[in-house]
């Protein structure tokens, strides 16, 4: 059982940047792969960026303003996110599963509460 708790949402400035942070216990990232989500009202669960411990994959509207991250120590995995953009706003969700990395909501097998982002212009 891994329990995931995301945190450091808020409101910001479009332009302006905030770090995600999605904090487990019960396992060790070392042995799940997580992914980052977002979900805008009235829209699908999309997805955001994915890492294991080779590789990272993110979606393209968000390549090269958004950086997963993981501390090891700390237990968290991270999602930076620059340049934000008003089409950023959403809740955002980690989520976790056992083997490689997938950019479907439904290959993750636990979920976080979720943290909202709100962009302004």
């Known amino acids: 059982q891994v329990q995931l708790v995301e945190s450091g949402g808020g409101l910001v400035q479009a332009g302006g940047s905030l770090r995600l942070s999605c904090a487990a216990s019960g396992r060790t990232f070392s042995t799940y792969n997580t992914g980052w989500f977002r979900q805008a009202p009235g829209k699908e669960r999309e997805f955001v960026a994915a890492r294991s411990g080779i590789e990272t994959l993110y979606a393209d509207s968000v390549k090269g303003r958004f950086t997963i991250s993981r501390d090891a120590a700390k237990n968290t995995v991270y999602l930076q996110m620059n340049s934000l953009k008003q089409e950023d706003t959403a809740v955002y969700y980690c989520?976790?599963?056992?083997?490689?990395?997938?950019?479907?909501?439904?290959?993750?097998?636990?979920w976080g509460q979720g943290t909202q982002v709100t962009v302004s212009s």
């Open positions: 989520a976790v599963r056992r083997i490689g990395i997938s950019s479907s909501p439904s290959d993750y097998d636990y």
